[in-house]
């Protein structure tokens, strides 16, 4: 451990001598703000040679590489930071998160590694400050899935809900409402969600949540409530940067789709929604834009268009290969056919 941290301390002193005193870090900041991250990695790669910049900078990188879904790169620059500022509470959630997603994709070999670094990097992030949301969330969410043997504990989850309510009420009660419905106890969720919708109803993840959770029992009617108001909140001033608000408010139109694609109601609201969400390129994950292809096929089938169902399929397909989605365009390749 001594060993560790003399390296560490080496290599943040000589990575200051060997850097430039200066440097404005603006340019790539708003490019990473209006989501463009591949602008502000490329502005970002001139302020990583400036010393009171690299820290941020390396960060800055990392974050945009894991929004690109480029876990492995991400953590090369998150390490690189880490190296220069360890006691950074954003910095640790980062690396929990980009640790936590290759861990999702790892081999049965390999993943064990990347989720105890995960468990260490949010741990150490809640320490730094108890109040981080996003790191409260992931170590809870880690909690709640991963087996015992690497740290896993449904206790702990609770546990860790009730910690961030003495720092920040709201989101403790949704992350305990997460945790209800981690435990199987929906009934108890949903409560709480009205429950804090009723004290607070404008706000934007409490309404998303509870939407997600109605979605995905098929509650498609409650579902549409939250998402509609969601849809309004669209380039208001809580949405404005790039964030869990943002994301909430602009996927809101992609949900509404797939609520038309299940429930098999109203196409053509549900193509006006997708058709919207895919104009307005705000992605959460790279998923999301497949999957909203796909559901156009599958509401222009209903309208019995096969032409724009293949063309969007074939779309689907060409953006990616998600091992779900695999299956779901077979199938509607087999529908396409018999219609």
Do not use: W
């Not at 943040?12 to 340019?27: E, G, K, N, Q, W």
């Not at 260490?120 to 730094?128: D, G, N, S, W």
């Amino acid at each position: 451990m001594r060993h560790t941290l003399l390296r560490g301390t080496i290599l943040a002193a000589v990575l200051s001598l060997s850097l430039p005193a200066a440097a404005d870090i603006t340019a790539g900041n708003q490019a990473f703000e209006k989501g463009d991250y591949k602008a502000a990695i490329e502005f970002f790669a001139e302020d990583l040679k400036a010393s009171d910049t690299a820290f941020e900078a390396n960060l800055r990188t990392g974050e945009a590489y894991r929004l690109l879904a480029e876990q492995k790169k991400a953590l090369e620059y998150l390490e690189a930071a880490e190296a220069i500022n360890a006691d950074d509470a954003q910095l640790q959630y980062l690396i929990g998160a980009a640790n936590g997603e290759l861990a999702g994709q790892a081999s049965i070999f390999s993943a064990p590694g990347y989720a105890k670094a995960c468990r260490k990097a949010f741990e150490h992030a809640v320490k730094l400050d108890p109040a981080h949301v996003g790191a409260n969330r992931g170590l809870i969410t880690y909690y709640l899935s991963a087996p015992s043997f690497l740290g896993g504990s449904k206790e702990k989850a609770a546990l860790q809900a009730k910690e961030l309510q003495k720092h920040n009420l709201i989101e403790g009660q949704l992350l305990e409402a997460s945790v209800f419905m981690g435990t199987k106890q929906p009934e108890a969720a949903m409560k709480l969600y009205d429950d804090i919708i009723v004290a607070a109803p404008d706000h934007i993840q409490a309404r998303y949540t509870r939407a997600l959770s109605t979605y995905g029992n098929k509650q498609y009617a409650r579902a549409l409530e939250d998402f509609e108001y969601l849809k309004t909140q669209r380039g208001s001033e809580k949405t404005k940067n790039t964030g869990p608000e943002r994301y909430a408010a602009y996927t809101a139109n992609y949900y509404l789709g797939a609520v038309a694609s299940k429930s098999k109601m109203d196409p053509d609201t549900g193509i006006r929604n997708l058709e919207e969400y895919l104009n307005d390129g705000v992605f959460d994950n790279k998923f999301r834009e497949a999957y909203a292809n796909y559901y156009m096929a599958t509401l222009y089938l209903m309208k019995g268009d096969k032409k724009a169902a293949t063309e969007h399929m074939i779309t689907a397909k060409k953006l990616s290969s998600e091992k779900n989605l695999k299956k779901l365009l077979k199938q509607l390749k087999k529908d396409i056919k018999r219609a």
